[in-house]
C-alpha cells in the first residue's frame, strides 16, 4: 500500500555529513508528521528529529544544533541533514511516516532502515 524508501547513509569520519533521504509511494492521499528514529546495538529506539504537516520541527537535545529535518511535499520526501557528526551518532536510523492513505486507513509506516557509521 505505502512504501518508504530510505538512502544516504554510509560510513563517515567524525565531524563530518551525512544527509539521509526518505521517499514515500503508494496510495498516498496525505502524511502528517514525518520523522526519524535510530537504533544503536543494544540502546532502545529513540526519536532524532521530527516535522510536522505544518513544519514544526523537534529534535532529542544530543542532536540539536547539529541535525536539521525537512521535508518537500510534492515529493512525499523527508531529509535529515547531518553535521558534526560524532561516534555516538552511529546506529540504524529509520524513517517513520504518518500516512493517511487513499482508502482513509491511518498508519505508521517504516522505512527498511539505513546504517549510519561515524568513525573516531
Known amino acids: 500500500q505505502v512504501q518508504l524508501v530510505e538512502s544516504g547513509g554510509g560510513l563517515v569520519q567524525s565531524g563530518g555529513s551525512l544527509r539521509l533521504s526518505c521517499s514515500a509511494s503508494?496510495?498516498?492521499?496525505?502524511?502528517?508528521?514525518m520523522g526519524w528514529y535510530r537504533q544503536a546495538p543494544g540502546k532502545e529506539r529513540e526519536l532524532v528529529a521530527g516535522?510536522?504537516?505544518?513544519?514544526?520541527?523537534n529534535y532529542a537535545e544530543s542532536v540539536k544544533g547539529r541535525f536539521t529535518i525537512s521535508r518537500d511535499n510534492a515529493k512525499n520526501t523527508v531529509y535529515l541533514q547531518m553535521n558534526s557528526l560524532k561516534p555516538e551518532d552511529t546506529a540504524v536510523y529509520y524513517c517513520n511516516a504518518d500516512v493517511i492513505a487513499r482508502s482513509g486507513l491511518r498508519h505508521d509506516y517504516w522505512g527498511q532502515g539505513t546504517q549510519v557509521t561515524v568513525s573516531s
Open positions: 516535522v510536522t504537516s505544518g513544519d514544526s520541527t
Open positions: 503508494g496510495s498516498i492521499f496525505r502524511i502528517n508528521a
